[in-house]
Each structure stands twice: as structure tokens, then as C-alpha cells.
């Protein structure tokens, strides 16, 4: 597990790792284990931005929208909803 004071870094791993092993014996041993919000590669970076994966729901409106249109086009939604249908109403603010 790693930990940052701003998704840009400078990320620090946490000594006691309680969640994930860095050694899987007999097969190998890792020097690090990153996360998924750690974005160690600049081209990754520069096409992702610094957050890929943004939390709440005005961060993701578009993509929620634009997979609402992906499912309805394919016909697997009986109506197009709208994305405030999907989460309940405390949520909408974040």
C-alpha cells in the first residue's frame, strides 16, 4: 500500500503493509507493491491525467452519461435513465 499527501506524489510505501504480501513463495519477491491510483509512467500520466480514476458523481457525470447512451444504444436499458436515477440523493453532491 502507498500513501501520498496529492495524487502527483511523491508517493511513499507503507512499511507494515497489512493488505498485500511482497513476497509470493516459492514463485517470486517484489521489492515494491503499488496501487491503482499510482501512476508511475509519464505517458500514462500525460494521457490519464493525474487522477484516472476521480471519485464522486459530478467528476464522473460525463462517463456515467456516456455509458447510460453506450447501454441504451445497445438496447439493454428498457428507458434511457438519467444518472441521477442511479445513486441515491445524498450522493449527488460529492
Known amino acids: 500500500m502507498a500513501y501520498a499527501d496529492s495524487p ?3 508517493w511513499k510505501e507503507y512499511e507494515a ?3 498485500i504480501a511482497r513476497e509470493w513463495a516459492p514463485h517470486y519477491k517484489v521489492s515494491h ?3 491503482p ?3 508511475w509512467i509519464e505517458e500514462e500520466r ?3 491525467g493525474v487522477d484516472p480514476w476521480p471519485n464522486g ?3 464522473n457525470r460525463a462517463n456515467l452519461e456516456r455509458f447510460i447512451g453506450y447501454a441504451s444504444d445497445q438496447g439493454l436499458l428498457q428507458r434511457k435513465l438519467s444518472v441521477e436515477e ?3 440523493e445524498a450522493t449527488l453532491d460529492t
Open 57 to 59: 458523481f459530478k467528476q
Open 37 to 39: 491510483h499510482a501512476i
Open 33 to 35: 507493491v503499488s496501487g
Open 86 to 88: 442511479l445513486f441515491v
Open 8 to 10: 502527483e506524489g511523491p
Open 17 to 19: 503493509n497489512p493488505l
Open 46 to 48: 500525460r494521457l490519464l
